[in-house]
């Protein structure tokens, strides 16, 4: 079992920064595991913000290539998504997620507000 912690949720200015940090609480994390971050808004489904692939390529989703970056601290178990530039539809509550072969596991979620 792995149990995932998100941190940095906020309300942010339209225009301005802020980061997601995301920490596994246990084990070794390899360069096998897949992870990224998912944003939610309510009566929606989950969609892919971006990911780390198994192997380390990286993927975004389409809506904030160039203004969102996801990295990865193998010393920490954790992965960071940097948001420049937000946007309103930005908004939402964003999940990070790690994966192992058949399983993944699922932080709690934080909100993130883009709103003046």
């Known amino acids: 079992q792995v149990d995932l912690v998100e941190s940095g949720g906020g309300l942010v200015q339209p225009g301005g920064s802020h980061e997601l940090s995301c920490t596994a609480s246990?084990?070794?994390?390899?360069?096998?595991?897949?992870m990224g971050w998912y944003r939610q808004t309510p009566g929606q489904q989950r969609v892919l913000v971006a990911r780390?692939?198994?192997?380390?390529?990286?993927d975004y989703a389409d809506s904030v290539k160039g203004r969102f970056t996801i990295t990865r601290n193998s010393a920490k178990n954790a992965i960071n998504l940097r948001m420049n530039n937000l946007k309103p539809e930005d908004t939402g509550v964003y999940f990070c997620?790690?994966?192992?072969?058949?399983?993944?596991?699922w932080g709690r979620g934080t909100q993130v507000t883009v709103s003046s």
């Open positions: 246990s084990g070794t994390i390899s360069n096998d595991w897949a």
């Open positions: 997620y790690f994966r192992h072969g058949m399983s993944t596991y």
């Open positions: 780390i692939l198994s192997g380390s390529g990286i």
